[in-house]
């Protein structure tokens, strides 16, 4: 079994910032990326940045220059900073890791946060 617990979700004004965690617990063997994506009300769940165990990192273009994304590897978890926020921010924010469970056999590893609400208001 594996849990993501995230966390540092809210409401805030335009311009503000807020930054997300995401710790991954349990039956991990090793973690290739962990990442954050969002889905606001009737759109789809899109990426907003991941991070692989090498330190790469990938930005939606939306996002570029306002929010960075960053890792511990040895506490499993994911951070990501969330500066000059605008409202089509509002969403709800998904953590995302992907990786090889422990126990053997090489088993995959893709598991979805609970989600935590962002809203930003104008």
């Known amino acids: 079994q594996v849990q993501l617990v995230e966390s540092g979700g809210g409401l805030v004004q335009a311009g503000e910032s807020l930054r997300l965690s995401c710790a991954a617990s349990g039956s991990i063997f090793s973690i290739n990326a962990m990442g954050w994506y969002r889905q606001a009300p009737g759109k789809q769940r899109e990426l907003v940045a991941d991070i692989t165990s090498g330190g790469s990192t990938t930005y939606a273009d939306s996002v570029k220059g306002r929010f960075t994304i960053s890792r511990d590897n040895a506490k499993n978890t994911v951070y990501l900073q969330m500066n000059s926020l605008k409202p089509e921010d509002t969403a709800v924010y998904y953590c995302?890791?992907?990786?090889?469970?422990?126990?053997?056999?090489?088993?995959?590893?893709?598991?979805w946060g609970q989600g935590t609400q962002v809203t930003v208001s104008s």
């Open positions: 995302n890791v992907v990786g090889v469970r422990s126990g053997g056999l090489s088993r995959p590893l893709f598991v």
